[in-house]
Every structure is written in structure tokens, then in C-alpha cells.
């Protein structure tokens, strides 16, 4: 074929006479069957199989040679034979020159695509026919078809139509329609009319859209070996009938199908308008930026041929694979006639025949395509096959890793006993042991390490409040209570009732900051438990129930505990004064040191503001006042008394302060290590063999709603990528051998 394109380009430009115009007529009658597919070597040529499919590329290059030949011979001037020839062979059915080689490639991507795969996030290489409305789409695809497709006003094709064409060596053509698991077969009068009540059995009888594909095989004597996705054509304006946001509903249908980089986009272009005003050209140049996977197609060349050749050759819009112009079948024209027709416009028109053959008709179009798609799945295929084991093991091992389906008591008691178990271990290790190897990145779950911050705040909180800062209304408080303790006694003791009261303020004051704290911590512990045991649960919906009501039900009752706990070590601490810790007395000692120096500086010196150690800076210009209303000779003794009191009181809340601390924290320890090791089970259990649970440990034998639900998506998808990976086997063994 490449020495008969060389010979038919050749005589185009020597002209010599009628002889070749008769071989040109002879040949006319014939089909373009490749004349070099029996010299395409074997596609075999590397040790892997994947590497082998590499070998297409070489056919590539030889139908790249062959049409590179077949110019030359325009511009070598061999004369009009040539002509003749190329009018003989442009006239002719369209067919792949290595159909034969490209065939069960095609096959087992078709097939892959039946299959549904790209459901699984594995994209696969498709010919995406994109273009605005009215711009010859529905034209190109029944001249490369050899077909009628619907027509009308408005969008024609509401669903994307997968289009599979396939060259059939047997006279009698095949149809076949397939949507919604229908099968339906179909001819050539009827095929418009069935596609179109295929449409609308899926998008409505309206004109609505769907992305609900409608796969149309056409096996044909004469038609190039192509797979392509007919998109509707792009509107802005919403006709009688179809919904406002028409427009973005059909650019969302495009771009899913033009993002994926496996995606060839075949843009149809209307010669009549502004290649850089057309939609589909923005659509495609937004995920295709270089235009290294679109193609462009240049329709209606004969309504528009001034300044044609400017706009292909110029390329202003960057199309990487470059463009080619067609004429479409007009009116009642057969496909023949309109084949001729065309390739008669573009050698004689005087604008149109100044635009390179290689870049003109359906069957260069044809062509183009099918090298295209040939060196796309053979680029793509290898990277296909890796995904599709990828996600197969992924699937079975997701599958592995839930849980049994558990078909007897006794299988069912195992199941609960290795859930409590495994659920009373990790809460050992996160609440008791600290040990947070299974929640390395979850820093919530770091339990001890969280559970120590909110014990230092709760230290915190009660060391900073009001109540602990001896300097605040130094000795006045004390002052007065003494003037109201006073009784028959001996002058030289501190009463006993006044310690107390000034206690018991001080202990209401702060109590609670105990109990807010309590909460705080149960809180935490309960997001915690039901955390772990929701995740150990997570496959058995009914003991996940069971589990979780029991896990509320027991954190309420330990919190209510804890609450009481300390509402009594409050009420402790305001009962009485009672310490055996020797730091009271020492600590008291040393303050006590400070007595006749303090009481000197403030009945004799004028300072408002006296040091004393261990207590700060303290504000003494009120206590003149108020030791003023005093005789002279009892002021000493006044403030001797309140001092000695405020040093008590000092010494002894850092015991109290220790106390509530240290309790809280044994407390605490204690009440979590019964959750774990006792409580827990024990509740569980109870609540599962319980009325309200019904059913027991029976229950357990029936899987959640979502487990079921994953587990029939995940053997869904192990047998739908199973049979794609034996689809892809197949033809690498067919590649192979």
C-alpha cells in the first residue's frame, strides 16, 4: 500500500493522462483491505509480555511511513495517475491497515469497559467525541460508521453513546444496542429509531440528560476498528423542556470523561466560527493544557473554506495531535457518493486544495484515530494491568481482614470472648500500663499521659483560686472572726471555733473545682472505653448495640461514684482540722518566726506594704485602721492572735490542697483499674444476656447492615476485577505466542 500511495500521490502532479484516472477507476470498486498487513512483523519481539505489546508501535511508525510516501508523491510531480489512484482509494471503505494486530487489544479494553472496571478507580484509553451543539459531531460519527443516527432540534444525544466499531469481513452488517442490561438488535433502517427509545428508557422521555452510557456495537464490512464515547453537544441556552442548569450538567458529564490522562479527546470544530470561542475547546484545553492527548476535527469546510488552511496551519487553540478536515454526507447522498464528493472538494476547490491530503477526509480521520487509540492502550495497557492487581489484592485483603461470618453459638461465643478480650487489653494498655503502640498517632488515646494534664490542672486550679492566696485581705478576715470568737477564756489561746470557720469558708469556696474535675475525667475515660470497644465491635451490629449501652450505662454509674467520693472528701475537709503530717507544724514554725517583727513594723512604722517570708509582699495600712478602734495596750496581742491564726490556716491548706490532689489521684487509679478488669465484662455480658438486648449472644450472628453492605461491594469487585485480569491474560497470552 505505501508504493501504491507513492505511485497515486505521485501522478497528481506529472500528469500523465488518462491511464491513471482507468486504474483509478478500477481500484474504486475495490475495498481498502491493507495491502501491507501480511508484511507487519510479528508483534513479539521483547522476553515480557508487556514489553512485547511495544512492538504495535512499529506498525504505527510503518502507517506513519506509508502516509508520509504517499504525500510524497504530490510533490514529485508523477503525473495524473496518481490522481487517479488516490480518487479510487479515498472513495473506498474505510479499514484499518492493521486491524488484525489492533482487533483483540481493542476487544479486551471493550471488554474491560463492559465489565464496569473504571467503577474501581482503574481509567481506561478512550476516543471522547466532545463538541458545541451543531457542530457536525452526530456526522463525523455516522461517516466513520457508515450509519444514520438520530437528528433533530436540540441536543440529539442526551446519554453518552458508546460507540463500538468493528470491521466485520462478512457482507451482512451487525447491530446491537446494550443499556440497563438490555440487549437489543437492531439493522440499519431501524437503528436511529431504537437509539432514540433507548434514550429515553434511560434519561426520560424529556429532554433531559443522563450519565447512564448506551454502548452501540456496529460490526460492518468496511469500518475502521474504533471504540469512541459520543458526549452531547455543549448548549448555554435551555430549550422548552430541558432543565436550567443543562449547561452545567453536560460540562460535568465531559469533564469526568476528559480529565483522566488515559482520555484522547476528539474535539469537533464547525469551520464557520472562532476555533477560540468555542466551548469545547475551553473544556478540553482546562485538563489538556499542551493538547498532547486532543485531536481536532473540522467540519462544514465548505460553508467556510476562506481562511481554513490560516486556522489549521496557525493553530491558535493548540491542538497536540493536530487536525483534519472533513466533508460530511449532505442530505440523501450515500456514504460512497459523499466520500467522493469530498475528496473531489478538496482537490479542486481553489481554497480547500491548497490544505496537505494528509490532513483531509474521513478516511485520513479514520487513520489518525486508530493509531492514536493503538498507541494509547499499548502505552496505557501495561499500567492497566498493574492497577488491576493492585486493587485485586487490596480488595482480597480488605476482605480477609473483616470478620467471619459466624454460623453456630459456639462459633459466636469465640468471637465475644476474643472482642472482650482484645477490647480489655488495649484499655489496659492505654488507661493502666500507658502503653499506646496501637494509637501511635492519636494522641487522644494516650490516655495516661492525658489523664496526668488534667490532674496538674486540677492542682493548678486549687493552688491559683482566691481561696489559696494567703495575701489576699492579709489578717483582716482573721480579725474579725476573732472579735466574734471571743469568750470567757484564757486570753493567750487561739480559738478553736474561729480556725474552723475560717476552714470551712475556704474549703465551700473551692469545692467545686473537685467535682467539675471528676466529670472532666469520666468524660474522657468514656470517649475512650466506647472508642475501643465500638472499633473491637464494628463488624457485629447487635453486640455493637448491646456493647455500647452497657459501656454508658457503666461510665454513668462509676462517674455518679466518683461524684459522691468526693462530695464526701469535700464535706471530710469541712468537718474538722486533723492532720498527722509533720510539714504542718514545721511549716507553721517557720512563719511563726516572723510573729514580734511583723507586729513591730506595723503598729510602729508608717509602711503600707511588709514583707514576709514565705508569703510575699502583704498590704498592712488597713490593719492600722482597723487595730485603731482597739485599745493600745491590746493592739499587740490583736494582731499576735490574727497572725498566729493566718500562719495555721497557711500551713494547714497546703495539707488540704495535697489531700484533695493525692485522693483524687489514688481514686481515680483505683476506679480505672476496676473498670477494666472487673466492671466492664461483667456488664457487657449482662447487658447482652439481658431483655433488652433479646436474643443474647445469638444476635451476634447476624452481620450489621454495613458490614453486609461491604462485604457484598468487596466480592462484587474481586470478581469484577477478576475477570478483568483474565481478560487482560488472555490477550497478553494471544500477544505472546
Known amino acids: 500500500m505505501g508504493a501504491a500511495k507513492q505511485t497515486d500521490l505521485a501522478c497528481n502532479s506529472e500528469g500523465e493522462g488518462s491511464s491513471c484516472v482507468e486504474q483509478h477507476a478500477i481500484i474504486e470498486a475495490a475495498p481498502i483491505v491493507s495491502s501491507y498487513n501480511d508484511k507487519i512483523r510479528p508483534l513479539l519481539g521483547a522476553i515480557d509480555k508487556l514489553r512485547s505489546l511495544m512492538s504495535i508501535h512499529q506498525i504505527i511508525k510503518k502507517m506513519g511511513a506509508a502516509r508520509q510516501t504517499d504525500l510524497a508523491c504530490i510533490s514529485e510531480g508523477e503525473g495524473s495517475s496518481c490522481v487517479e489512484q488516490h480518487a479510487i482509494i479515498e472513495a473506498a471503505p474505510i479499514v484499518s491497515s492493521y486491524n488484525d494486530k489492533i482487533r483483540p487489544l481493542l476487544d479486551a479494553v471493550d471488554k474491560l469497559r463492559s465489565l464496569m472496571v473504571m467503577e474501581e478507580g482503574i481509567q481506561l484509553p478512550t476516543i471522547v467525541v466532545v463538541g458545541d451543539q451543531s457542530s457536525g459531531k452526530s456526522s463525523v460519527l455516522e461517516s466513520l460508521a457508515g450509519i444514520s443516527l438520530p437528528r433533530g432540534q436540540g441536543i440529539c ?55 447512564t452510557p448506551l ?38 458529564m465531559i469533564m469526568d470523561y476528559i480529565k483522566p490522562e488515559e482520555s484522547i479527546i476528539l474535539n469537533v470544530l464547525s469551520a464557520t466560527v472562532d476555533f477560540t470561542t468555542c466551548e469545547s475547546i475551553r473544556m478540553s484545553q482546562s485538563v489538556d493544557r499542551a493538547g498532547d492527548r486532543t485531536l481536532a476535527v473540522v467540519t462544514k469546510v465548505d460553508k467556510a473554506p476562506e481562511g481554513l488552511l490560516e486556522k489549521v496551519t496557525a493553530d491558535d487553540v493548540g491542538i497536540g495531535l493536530g487536525y483534519v478536515c472533513v466533508r460530511n454526507r449532505i442530505g440523501d447522498e450515500t456514504y460512497e457518493e459523499a466520500r467522493a464528493k469530498s475528496q473531489q472538494l478538496f482537490q479542486t476547490h481553489p481554497l480547500l486544495s491548497k490544505i496537505d491530503k494528509s490532513v483531509v477526509g474521513i478516511p485520513v480521520l479514520a487513520q489518525k484515530l486508530a493509531q492514536i487509540q493503538a498507541s494509547s492502550i499499548t502505552r496505557n495497557l501495561p499500567d492497566i494491568v498493574k492497577k488491576i492487581n493492585d486493587k485485586l489484592s487490596s480488595c482480597l485483603l480488605e476482605l480477609k481482614k473483616m470478620p467471619k461470618s459466624l454460623s453456630s453459638v459456639a462459633e459466636a461465643m469465640t468471637a465475644f470472648m476474643q472482642i472482650i478480650g482484645s477490647s480489655k487489653e488495649s484499655l489496659r494498655k492505654i488507661l493502666v500500663r500507658g502503653e499506646f503502640d496501637e494509637f501511635t498517632d492519636d494522641k487522644h488515646m494516650h490516655c495516661t499521659a492525658r489523664l496526668y494534664e488534667m490532674l496538674k490542672q486540677y492542682s493548678d486550679q486549687l493552688h491559683k483560686c482566691e481561696e489559696s492566696d494567703p495575701k489576699s485581705n492579709f489578717l483582716v478576715e482573721e480579725i474579725k472572726i476573732l472579735e466574734e470568737a471571743n469568750g470567757i477564756s484564757l486570753p493567750n489561746f487561739v480559738p478553736r471555733n474561729a480556725f474552723l470557720v475560717i476552714l470551712q469558708g475556704k474549703v465551700k469556696g473551692i469545692s467545686s473545682i473537685p467535682i467539675g474535675f471528676v466529670e472532666k475525667v469520666w468524660s474522657y475515660i468514656e470517649e475512650v472505653v466506647m472508642s475501643v470497644l ?49 510539714e504542718y507544724v514545721s511549716e507553721w514554725s517557720r512563719l511563726m518566726g516572723q510573729q514580734d517583727a511583723f507586729v513591730h513594723a506595723v503598729l510602729s512604722k508608717n509602711d503600707s506594704m511588709i514583707s514576709i517570708e514565705g508569703i510575699g509582699e502583704v498590704e498592712v495600712g488597713v490593719l ?3 487595730v485603731s478602734f482597739f485599745f493600745l495596750d491590746v493592739n499587740n496581742h490583736v494582731l499576735s492572735q490574727a497572725f498566729d491564726l493566718k500562719m495555721r ?34 456488664e457487657i455480658v449482662k447487658e447482652l444476656m439481658g431483655p433488652n438486648c433479646g436474643g443474647g449472644i445469638e444476635k451476634m450472628l447476624e452481620e450489621s447492615p454495613a458490614v453486609s453492605a461491604k462485604r457484598e461491594k468487596l466480592v462484587k469487585s474481586i470478581k469484577k476485577l477478576r475477570d478483568s485480569k483474565e481478560v487482560v491474560a488472555k490477550i497478553l497470552d494471544g500477544v505472546a505466542t
Open 157 to 211: 444525544t442526551r446519554v453518552p453513546l458508546i460507540m463500538r466499531l468493528q470491521h466485520h469481513s462478512s457482507p451482512e452488517p451487525e447491530f446491537q444496542l446494550e443499556y440497563l442490561n438490555f440487549v437489543i438488535h437492531t439493522d440499519e433502517v431501524n437503528i436511529a429509531d431504537d437509539i432514540v427509545n433507548a434514550t429515553n428508557d434511560i434519561a426520560g422521555g424529556g429532554k433531559g440528560i443522563s450519565n
Open 534 to 582: 465500638m472499633h473491637n465491635t464494628e463488624n457485629y451490629y447487635q453486640l455493637q448495640v448491646c456493647t455500647r449501652r452497657a459501656g454508658h450505662n457503666l461510665i454513668t454509674r462509676m462517674k455518679e461514684r466518683s461524684v459522691e467520693w468526693t462530695m464526701e472528701m469535700v464535706e471530710m475537709e469541712k468537718l474538722t482540722d486533723y492532720t498527722c503530717n509533720p
Open 624 to 626: 492600722r485602721q482597723y
Open 215 to 252: 454502548t452501540l456495537l456496529v460490526k460492518k464490512n468496511g469500518v475502521p476498528d474504533l471504540t469512541m464515547v459520543d458526549l452531547p453537544g455543549i448548549t448555554r441556552v435551555p430549550v422548552h423542556g430541558q432543565p436550567e442548569d443543562i449547561y452545567d450538567q453536560i460540562k460535568d
Open 649 to 682: 490556716m497557711t500551713a494547714y491548706w497546703k495539707v488540704v490542697l495535697r489531700r484533695l490532689v493525692d485522693c483524687m489521684a489514688l481514686h481515680l487509679q483505683v476506679s480505672v483499674s476496676k473498670l477494666v478488669h472487673k466492671d466492664m465484662e461483667i
